[in-house]
């Protein structure tokens, strides 16, 4: 794992080196986290008077992203003894400290993913308060566990959450004026254009009328033009017939 951390590390800083012209630090070694001062009969028993714990690191600019092949020792200033289970119970025992387990670089890495994560997805107003209060609790927890700065991290980022989830708690009531306006406006605009239908309907049922009322009335006119007619040609009948029996008198007078 420890391998595979470096080479990353490496290409990483070829990429920078190539791209920006810049310069990354990667520090490897070994540690100890404090974790008492032992007393005088102990430290003269052991010969160390601190009790530590030992572990190699792997870290970019001083930050320890990765910790490992941790073991509890006995130590002062930069030398250290190893010690046995048996021994370390001989001390007053010890657990191994979280610290060890939370490297600050770690906890930026995993607060950035968890940024990038979360920023790319919509959550309720419920879901950011409950991952900010998980943040800040997990923040509390690590202080009391021994983490010293470090437990500012997670605090930062559930405070960022609860933040965010305020901010879209004040949000939401103007959001629903604005949408309640737009479905009153938008309704007030199928009204007026069903109002306008229906007087088109009603202007067309209108023509429909005036038009039938007008050519009921051409027909009228044209049907008092056909008996005008009518009378014309009976009248023109009877005074050829009034013609044709004075012509048949005058011809019997003749004759």
Known sequence: MRALLIAIALLVGTGGVANAKGLVVINTGDD?????????????????????????????????????DGEFVVYEGSTY?????EELEMLGGASVPWRYHLPEG???ILALIELAIVSRTRRKVKTAFILGGILVAFAI??????????????LLLGLHHI????SAMKRAPEEDETTSSSEEAQTQSGAHRASQAAMSDRNSQSGARRISQSGEHRAHRDSQAGMSDRTSQSGARR????????VSQSSDRTS
């Open 32 to 68: 100890i986290l404090h974790l008492r001062d032992l007393d005088a009969d102990k430290a003269a028993m052991v010969g160390y008077g601190k009790l530590g714990y030992r572990y190699d690191l792997f870290g970019v600019f001083w930050v320890d992203i990765w910790r490992s």
């Open 81 to 85: 003894s190893p010690i046995t289970d």
């Open 106 to 108: 770690l906890l930026i």
């Open 141 to 154: 927890l690590i202080f009391f566990k021994g983490l010293t700065w470090e437990f500012m991290i997670p």
């Open 163 to 166: 933040l965010t989830g305020y």
């Open 239 to 246: 005074i050829s017939q009034s013609g044709e029996h004075r």
